[in-house]
T-cell receptor, first 112, second 117 residues
């Protein structure tokens, strides 16, 4: 079955530290992969996407993600976290047509 | 106005009420979506319209009734809801095949927070 797993429900990092959010997917074909971010009281905003080509993709706000086909992973990283990065992050895979499957999300807390 | 706008942002209704959620997109997209976001659950796709035709209906109870009068507007009509329907309802739009390989990149509205008493 097609699925997206974000193993960490929440993560706490110190401001200025690096960040990695994990995402694993289950999908038979070449996936279209996304990371979205949701701030409190807001909708989801696209951070970055992978369709094909270079497996390291750059996004907005200094985020990047690396697609690893052998591990079925698409982990999100940021070298230096800012307090404003506190939010919920969703990994997603488009499975064709108009269907996008989302993970359950990882809530990021940033401590001073 | 730019992007995807949802109204109302908050709605409290009784189980016997009839209400509607509205979504408007100003992006020139040709596909629109309703998602349900409940606490501690992944987003659930409810309905998809492409070129004003419904293309997805994921076993949603009939107390939810979508309407897409044109490519810029999407409604979700609510009738005889249950307390478990309380959630954040997100509207999204995309340009069908907007990615280089035909993927749909979603642009979301801020959501309508629904509470059913």
């Amino acid at each position: 079955a097609q699925s997206v797993t974000q193993p960490d429900i929440h993560i706490t990092v110190s401001e200025g530290a690096s960040l990695e959010l994990r995402c694993n997917y289950s999908y038979g074909a070449t996936p279209y992969l996304f990371w979205y971010v949701q701030s409190p009281g807001q909708g989801l905003q696209l951070l970055l996407k992978y369709f094909s080509g270079d497996t390291l993709v750059q996004g907005i706000k200094g985020f990047e993600a690396e697609f690893k086909r052998s591990q079925s992973s698409f982990n999100l990283r940021k070298p230096t976290v800012h307090w404003s990065d506190a939010a919920e992050y969703f990994c997603a895979v488009e499975t064709g047509g108009f269907k996008t499957i989302f993970g359950a999300g990882t809530r990021l807390f940033v401590k001073a | 106005e730019t992007g995807v706008t949802q109204t109302p942002r908050h709605l409290v209704m009784g189980m016997t009420n009839k209400k509607s959620l509205k979504c408007e997109q100003h992006l020139g997209h040709n596909a629109m979506y309703w998602y349900k976001q409940s606490a501690k659950k992944p987003l659930e796709l409810m309905f998809v319209y492409s070129l004003e035709e419904r293309v997805e209906n994921n076993s949603v109870p009939s107390r939810f009734s979508p309407e897409c009068p044109n490519s810029s507007h999407l409604f979700l009509h609510l009738h005889t809801l249950q307390p478990e329907d309380s959630a954040l309802y997100l509207c999204a739009s995309s340009q069908d095949g907007s990615g280089p390989s035909g993927a749909n990149v979603l642009t979301f509205g801020a959501g309508s927070r629904l509470t059913v008493l």
